[in-house]
């Protein structure tokens, strides 16, 4: 049983390492092309060789690619992790990559003659841009080489083939659809301005409105329908966002009648994007200027597609016009384990967006945010049978160690503009709400967010990605995909990538230690609390801006 044990811990590690190091070299790339980016795209603004004008034109790659990448995870990625998780698919091939590597040093130095090079004729500025495109091709084919080693292009080739042929035919397409926006905005952004005209002639008398420049408001405040206002933006999240929910969940969907939620979700986005723009002008001319131009006009948008995109995927599971087994209107929700686990820190985040969206800088609605979460909590208290009534003084060293960590990788800088907001705020508030303030900022820290996270991360992501039924998965055990997975999406989400990846993986490790989920909570309390206490007693306001 020992032996047994051991080989299996053995295997486990070893597949962790190749996959750990699978992931490094897929990160490669992207890493190149940030390189090249940083290098080049300054020097070949003065530049008017051939070179710097096709290295100007090569940042529409990365929309391709990105675009197409997630096109393949979506549409293919089930098949290719199945093959590429496999022991002999994990195994990072180092001949190829060393060969990629040399390649691209070569790609650095002819992209570097083509930006830099001066006196150069015509007939040798070409060649030498055949020899940088063939270049390029080959340091790329190397690197999938070194992602995929040639000896099992047989055995998945026909994935490999419809992966590939999906993912750049959607990479294309969105290419394509983002370069469609820039002849069609402005009809569209026409259309939305006299929406708004509309809508605030039932207000009030006092419009502003020229067409020819777009410009739209009252005689006190006005806006200019730019690009990104006109309702082109969110029409496309939306339209990728309700695709991918169409795929997503193909199997219970009626098509085609699942397919006139594309053309609802354009519709009702475009009228809530001018809606948003009526409040916009509303609230700089009767109310706020400062956060007319501030939150709401940064987090109106957001709040806007999250509520169409959830609503009409709410409306359309529960419809038996669009899904085949449509929830019952009498199933209680507070049921469902999924929502028990995600809904407080949707709670949070919600709360977060229309605070913010009044507010110029400084949250001082923070406070709701930790009510907000409380109350999801005890609706769905019954539902946390993972949560223990017992924790270690290990959770609280994994908590001391992630704030360590934490505070080596804080970037010192000078006052940022949300720190000093932080601060102006405070100031401009009487001694005792800033004082309450503080208590429910601490409060939050230390109680409702650790709660939150460790139930959305740790309790829910890390399983949900290895089984969709989730519950079946004990805490603390998970996959090293699991594991990396769930722990960059957690820095994802805190803006911190290298620091908040490492805490997630440090606090799955402290629900591995004894399956017991509360002693991430208690670890992430921790570490909260010990940020909470430096930023009062240094004054260190950078950690919560």
């Known amino acids: 049983m020992s032996a047994t044990v051991n080989i299996a811990t053995s295997q486990s590690a070893a597949r962790f390492r190749s996959l750990a190091c699978w992931g490094l070299v897929i990160a490669l790339l992207p890493a190149e092309m940030i390189g ?3 290098r080049f795209d300054m020097a070949s603004l003065g530049a008017h060789t051939e070179g710097a004008w096709l290295l100007g034109q090569s940042h529409h790659l990365p929309r391709v690619a990105i675009a197409s990448l997630v096109a393949m995870a979506l549409f293919c990625g089930r098949r290719l992790r199945d093959a590429l998780i496999e022991p002999q698919g994990t195994q990072v091939a180092w001949a190829y990559l060393l060969g990629h590597s ?3 040093a070569a790609f650095f130095l002819i992209t570097a003659a083509l930006v830099e090079g001066a006196g150069v004729s015509p007939f040798a500025s070409r060649v030498l841009l055949a020899v940088w495109a063939a270049t390029g091709a080959a340091t790329f084919g190397l690197w999938v080489a070194t992602v995929v080693p040639p000896r ?3 055995t998945m080739g026909r994935d490999l083939a419809v992966a590939l042929s999906v993912g750049l035919a959607f990479g294309i397409a969105a290419w394509a659809a983002g370069q469609a926006t820039n002849l069609l905005w402005r009809p569209l952004g026409k259309g939305t301005l006299y929406l708004v005209r509309g809508l605030l002639s039932l207000v009030t008398r006092d419009v502003v409105c020229r067409p020819a420049d777009l410009v ?10 730019a690009p990104g206002c006109s309702g082109y933006e969110g029409i496309g999240l939306i339209l990728v966002f309700l695709s991918g929910c169409l795929w997503i969940f193909r199997r219970t969907l009626r098509f085609p009648q699942a397919f006139l939620l594309l053309p609802l979700g354009t519709a009702l986005i475009w009228l809530t994007n001018a809606l948003r723009i009526t409040g916009l002008v509303a609230i700089g001319s009767w109310g706020s200027e400062t956060i007319a131009r501030g939150g709401f006009h940064s987090q109106a948008g ?3 597609f999250n509520a169409v995109g959830l609503g009409i995927i709410f409306m359309a599971r529960r419809s038996p016009l669009f899904t085949v087994e449509a929830q019952s209107r009498n199933e209680s929700s507070f049921t469902s384990p999924t929502a028990a686990y995600l809904i407080p820190m949707l709670a949070i985040v919600a709360t977060t967006m229309v605070t913010g969206a009044f507010s110029s800088g ?5 406070p709701l945010r930790v009510p907000a979460a409380l109350l999801v909590l005890w609706i769905y208290r019954r539902q946390y049978a993972d949560l223990r009534r017992t924790w270690s003084w290990g959770a609280v060293l994994i908590g001391l160690a992630v704030f360590v960590l934490w505070m080596a990788l804080e970037p010192l800088h000078a006052e940022s503009r949300s720190e000093t907001a932080l601060l102006d705020g405070l100031r401009r508030l009487p001694r005792g709400w800033a004082t309450l303030w503080l208590i429910f900022r601490v409060a939050g820290s230390v109680l409702t967010v650790p709660l939150a996270e460790e139930l959305a991360f740790r309790g829910y992501l890390i399983r949900r990605l290895q089984s969709v ?3 079946s998965i004990p805490p603390g055990s998970f996959t090293p995909l699991a594991l990396l997975g769930s722990s960059i999406l957690f820095g ?3 803006g911190r990538w290298l620091a908040g990846t490492v805490a997630g993986l440090l606090y799955a490790f402290a629900v591995r230690r004894r399956g017991n989920l509360t002693d991430a909570v208690v670890a992430h309390a921790t570490t909260n609390a010990l940020i909470s206490a430096y930023v009062l007693i240094n004054g260190s306001w950078s950690l919560w801006s």
Do not use: N
């Open 469 to 471: 039924h989730f519950l």
């Open 36 to 38: 090249l980016t940083i």
């Open 492 to 494: 994802a989400l805190h």
């Open 362 to 366: 400084f949250d001082f609605l923070y």
């Open 152 to 154: 099992l292009w047989r």
């Open 102 to 104: 040399a390649l691209f």
């Open 216 to 225: 739209v408001g009252t005689a006190k405040f006005r806006v200019r329908i």
């Open 302 to 304: 957001w709040l806007a």
